[in-house]
């Protein structure tokens, strides 16, 4: 199976830092990757898929890149709707495998 | 509106039974590819089972194979999740969620369903 790492697995950040997130596969899965938001009490959110495809609605301030094994989330400035849980989750295989999140907290 | 609603929840005696179901709402359901996916108790997110649009292929996760069988009927537009011999390390929020056409990704989620496996 494919694991998924992520780094770090908290960060504490202010409103208007810029924030990246790191996840990492143990093995290539070509830019099949999405990311998740989810915040407490709430069911998760996707944000982004295929790496780098931004959902309709996500604000423009979230972006994906990366492929192969290595990725990145990043918020250009942080609002204070953004402090919560990201997931990435790899969707090369039917296993589906999510990394083991990423909390977003205030500084 | 796009809407997925769990149901079938509950308190469950190590060993036990339990069925969730999703009732879907607001797109052509047998269209979709539909999953599983749970949340336990301050931890993170795991997929434990998916479903073809047709109902023909299903995949699940080591954890819950040969234990858990994944199910839909189209004609009433519903998901089901069958659970037996159930952990406690089963316990969790569980997730109905709409996978997309030709991807492993999920884009809708239900509000999910709290299953508590405890003596």
């Known amino acids: 199976d494919i694991q998924m790492t992520q780094s770090p697995s908290t960060l504490s950040a202010s409103v208007g830092d810029r924030v990246t997130i790191t996840c990492r596969a143990s093995?290539?899965?070509?830019?099949?990757l999405a990311w998740y938001q989810q915040k407490p009490g709430e069911a998760p959110k996707l944000l982004i898929s295929k790496a780098s495809s931004l959902e309709s609605g996500v604000p423009s301030r979230f972006s994906g890149s990366g492929s192969g094994t290595e990725f990145t989330l990043t918020i250009s400035s942080l609002q204070p709707d953004d402090f919560a849980t990201y997931y990435c989750?790899?969707?090369?295989?039917?296993?589906?495998?999510f990394g083991q999140g990423t909390k977003v907290e205030i500084k | 509106e796009v809407q997925l609603a769990e149901s079938g929840g509950g308190l469950v005696q190590p060993g036990g039974s339990l069925r969730l179901s999703c009732a879907a709402s607001g797109f052509t359901f047998s269209i979709y590819g539909m999953s599983w996916v749970r949340q336990a108790p301050g931890d993170g997110l795991e997929w434990v089972s998916a479903?073809?649009?047709?109902?023909?292929?299903?995949n699940y996760a080591d954890s819950v194979k040969g234990r858990f069988t994944i199910s839909r009927d189209n004609s009433k537009n519903t998901l089901y999740l069958q659970m037996n011999s159930l952990r406690a390390e089963d316990t969790a929020v569980y997730y109905c969620?709409?996978?997309?056409?030709?991807?492993?990704?999920?884009?809708?989620w239900g509000k999910g369903t709290t299953v508590t496996v405890s003596s």
């Open positions: 969620v709409k996978g997309v056409v030709g991807y492993y990704y999920m884009d809708v």
């Open positions: 989750q790899q969707h090369n295989t039917y296993s589906r495998t």
């Open positions: 479903i073809s649009n047709s109902g023909g292929i299903t």
């Open positions: 093995q290539s899965i070509s830019n099949w």
